[in-house]
């Protein structure tokens, strides 16, 4: 199953994760993960919509602390939010600040602070996995790359059937590309895109 597609970590090679074809297949949790891993091995947008193809230039002016004002959601955690934005420049799409507060059965909530003024936006959708970059506007949700990442240092598979009230089990995620314009979330167009889950926090 991971022929041409996981490099083998020979150090770690009785981990459940290299070892998925010894497991019960009448295991339901077994069988899922093994979907999830076929599907990964056959996505390719992670090549068709990368960070490159969405380049933004990045500012160099004086950053912006929350504007409480601006969302009723950050305002409620604004000094975690404004703890994040003291020890992180700006790391997404220019000349914002993602952040993120984690809420036990919810997950981490993600905000969008526009350090040039401080407003904050809700991140509308689920991410149990996200990644972006300073002089990017795309936002990958769930990208396959940490999935695997975290399989391999799980120490059991069942990890990824456990029940999370407003989570999903982690064998359903799959990768979603979002980009950020004009101060909103949008999908990107492209065929095999899959829609992200909003988030039910908001």
Same mark, same amino acid.
Request: glycine fraction near 4%.
């Given at each position: 199953i991971?022929?041409?597609? &996981? *490099?083998?970590?020979?150090?770690?090679?009785?981990?459940w994760?290299?070892?998925l074809?010894?497991?019960?297949?009448?295991?339901?949790c077994v069988?899922k993960? &093994? +979907?999830? &891993?076929? !599907?990964? *091995?056959? +996505?390719?947008? =992670?090549?068709?919509? @990368?960070?490159?193809?969405?380049?933004?230039?990045?500012f160099?002016?004086?950053?912006?602390?929350?504007? &409480?004002s601006?969302? @009723?959601s950050a #305002?409620?955690? %604004?000094?975690?939010? %404004?703890?994040?934005?003291? @020890? $992180?420049?700006?790391?997404?799409?220019?000349?914002y600040?993602?952040?993120?507060?984690?809420? $036990?059965?919810?997950g981490?909530?993600?905000?969008?602070?526009d350090? #040039?003024?401080? #407003?904050?936006? +809700?991140?509308? !959708?689920?991410?149990i996995?996200?990644?972006?970059? *300073?002089d =990017?506007?795309?936002?990958?949700?769930?990208p396959?790359?940490?999935?695997?990442?975290?399989? #391999?240092?799980?120490?059991?598979?069942?990890?990824?059937?456990?029940? +999370?009230?407003?989570?999903?089990?982690?064998?359903?995620? %799959?990768? =979603?590309?979002?980009?950020?314009?004009n101060?909103?979330?949008? $999908?990107?167009?492209? =065929?095999?895109?899959?829609?992200? $889950?909003?988030?039910p926090f908001?």
């Open positions: 991971f022929s041409n597609y &996981i *490099k083998i970590d020979t150090e770690n090679n009785n981990h994760f290299y070892n074809d010894k497991l019960d297949k009448n295991d339901f069988n993960i &093994i +979907e999830q &891993i076929e !599907y990964f *091995k056959k +996505e390719e947008l =992670s090549e068709l919509i @990368n960070f490159d193809k969405y380049k933004v230039s990045i160099g002016g004086k950053l912006k602390d929350l504007d &409480i601006s969302s @009723n #305002k409620l955690f %604004r000094a975690v939010i %404004r703890g994040q934005l003291k @020890n $992180t420049g700006v790391n997404f799409a220019g000349h600040t993602i952040v993120s507060v984690g809420m $036990t059965g919810w981490e909530n993600y905000w969008i602070i350090r #040039k003024n401080g #407003k904050a936006f +809700e991140f509308p !959708y689920q991410a996995f996200i990644d972006f970059k *300073k =990017s506007n795309l936002i990958v949700i769930n396959k790359d940490q999935i695997l990442e975290f399989m #391999k240092n799980s120490d059991s598979y069942l990890d990824f059937c456990s029940e +999370e009230i407003f989570l999903p089990k982690y064998y359903k995620l %799959r990768p =979603s590309y979002v980009f950020w314009e101060d909103t979330v949008k $999908t990107v167009d492209h =065929s095999g895109n899959i829609k992200p $889950t909003v988030s908001w």
